[in-house]
């Protein structure tokens, strides 16, 4: 309804024109910008050719006193083009979806809560039955902060993958089978006791990025996953071939 009182009586209100462009914008674009005030819409709608026609509330288009041929949008368009408010059942029926997306999203952050969980409790595991090696909790840092892990990390990851890199290149020429096992094992433990140590001793720093830390957690443990994933194969093949 328009102002009753004031200044401005007569006019539509600002949220009415803002509904009038929001039907108008189905039809032709008009943008405004976060926080703008009556005075910007208004100057707005001027600049691209149109006026506010108050009493038969509607958006006409004028340039120069002449109509040019743009559509007309009056409470009929707001009507026909902007969505209707929703009843209350289906606002019901809006929560009860939003409370499932929010279930189903909470069960999968326990999950991967779960995961990063059981792979610490693998990495520990191997520390405790010697998988790892013995290792100076002095030369493994503990971070407070993120990016200074991940960058420590990536430079420990680095050193490692060139490590494998020149197994990799020596594999075709080795013809002992057990030596080919061996050097697998010290490279797992070399993998274990200079990257993924890291991991054990930062712990808490995961778990205090909460949701977050489970992937970043995760990422970083697939990477040295992965380059062993690609040793054990490379290993395998050229054992095979021993056998033939």
Avoid: C, W
């Amino acid at each position: 309804m328009p102002y009753k009182i004031g200044k401005m009586k007569g006019e539509l209100t600002t949220p009415e024109i803002r509904k009038l462009i929001k039907a108008h914008n189905v039809l032709v674009s008009i943008k405004i910008p976060t926080g703008s005030k009556r005075e910007d819409i208004m100057k707005i709608l001027k600049k691209k050719g149109y006026m506010v026609d108050h009493e038969k509330g509607q958006l006409r288009p004028v340039t120069k006193g002449k109509v040019k041929k743009l559509p007309v949008v009056g409470k009929g368009t707001v009507q026909s083009v902007l969505p209707k408010p929703k009843t209350a059942t289906e606002k019901a029926d809006a929560k009860k979806v939003r409370d499932k997306k929010k279930e189903q999203k909470e069960t999968q952050a326990f999950k991967k809560r779960d995961a990063q969980v059981k792979a610490l409790g693998k990495l520990i595991t191997r520390k405790k039955k010697g998988q790892m090696g013995k290792v100076d909790p002095n030369k493994i840092p503990v971070f407070d902060d993120y990016k200074k892990l991940e960058k420590y990390f990536m430079s420990q990851l680095t050193k490692f993958k060139k490590e494998v890199n020149k197994f990799l290149n020596k594999i075709p020429q080795l013809t002992d089978i057990k030596e080919l096992k061996k050097q697998k094992q010290d490279l797992r433990n070399l993998g274990n006791n200079t990257v993924l140590e890291i991991l054990v001793v930062n712990e808490d720093l995961f778990s205090e990025l909460g949701d977050a830390g489970d992937e970043k957690f995760e990422n970083l443990d697939s990477r040295v996953e992965t380059y062993m994933t690609n040793l054990t194969k490379k290993i395998q093949e050229r054992i095979e071939q021993l056998q033939q």
